[in-house]
């Protein structure tokens, strides 16, 4: 098996210009080997700034691995908006490095929901568009989302064609949405083409909307990666931790934090 890369998402230092800037340039010099953000903010930095965000990835030396998209139907009938949308985000990221993109879907409501079939029609005409360009396209769940319980990701997952769309695993919010991450990681393991490693405070209230630094909660670390090497996993594994942590600590610490347990655990199991 090749070497895990090890990527860090913008997330954690905030949305604004220059928390990007300030993101990609902590991301580079911690030594992460890849930056991951929104469609929509590589698209504001095409529109606001000289050079786009390919001028701030070139300065530090670190390319954009994943960007990652929200879509917005309900109803997979008017899922053409998100299909294009998505297909403009990807493209304006073309030639920044990118090799995934990662698909969320919208937030849930409390009926229950009856569309995953047609869901997963919706994510495999965007599959369809980005392996035109040569991309891989997966299904990140997410809390407070229409894919956030464990029988939602079968839903989902059983929906799509493989050859198309794969699954995005977010280990923090699979715990936090109820279901243990390493059986669930386990059960598709096949699928999985790209990862979000967040450690969950088993429930605890932290700065991070329940979350912790990689190593600090409750998810077996060791499990997750061995379970992947297992399975020659060559995709990103980009940490992620939501929201600006409380000072005295700030993005790059939290983030810092990180990458020491992984280079502890993963040792020249992983490419530094």
């Known amino acids: 098996m090749s070497k895990f890369r090890i990527g860090h998402t913008g997330i954690t230092w905030g949305g604004s210009n220059e928390k990007v800037k300030q993101a990609v340039k902590d991301t580079a010099e911690l030594g992460y080997l890849s930056f991951e953000t929104f469609g929509s903010v590589v698209e504001q930095f095409a529109q606001e700034e000289p050079g786009g965000l390919k001028a701030v990835l070139d300065q530090y030396g670190i390319p954009l691995s994943a960007i990652y998209c929200p879509t917005a139907f309900v109803d997979p009938a008017d899922g053409a908006a998100d299909v294009k949308q998505v297909v403009r985000w990807a493209d304006v990221s073309l030639d920044l490095g990118i090799s995934s993109v990662v698909l969320q879907a919208t937030r849930r409501s409390d009926e229950p929901y009856p569309h ?131 000072l005295p600590l700030t993005s790059r610490d939290v983030a810092a934090m990180s990458l020491g347990y992984l280079k502890g655990l993963l040792g020249d199991r992983a490419a530094w």
């Open 116 to 246: 995953f079939e047609g869901m997963g029609e919706v994510f495999n005409k965007i599959g369809r568009r980005m392996k035109e360009r040569g991309l891989v396209t997966s299904i990140h769940p997410h809390t407070g989302t229409l894919i956030e319980t464990g029988e939602e990701i079968d839903a989902v997952l059983n929906a799509i064609d493989p050859d198309l769309v794969g699954f995005a695993p977010d280990t923090g919010q699979i715990a936090k949405g109820g279901t243990d991450p390493v059986a669930k990681l386990r059960q598709y393991v096949g699928l999985i083409r790209h990862v979000h490693l967040k450690d969950y405070a088993g429930g605890q209230k932290t700065a991070h909307a329940g979350y912790a630094p990689i190593g600090s909660g409750v998810i077996d670390m060791a499990s997750i990666f061995q379970l992947l090497e297992d399975a020659d996993f060559d995709g990103w594994v980009n940490v992620e931790l939501d929201g600006p942590p409380a």
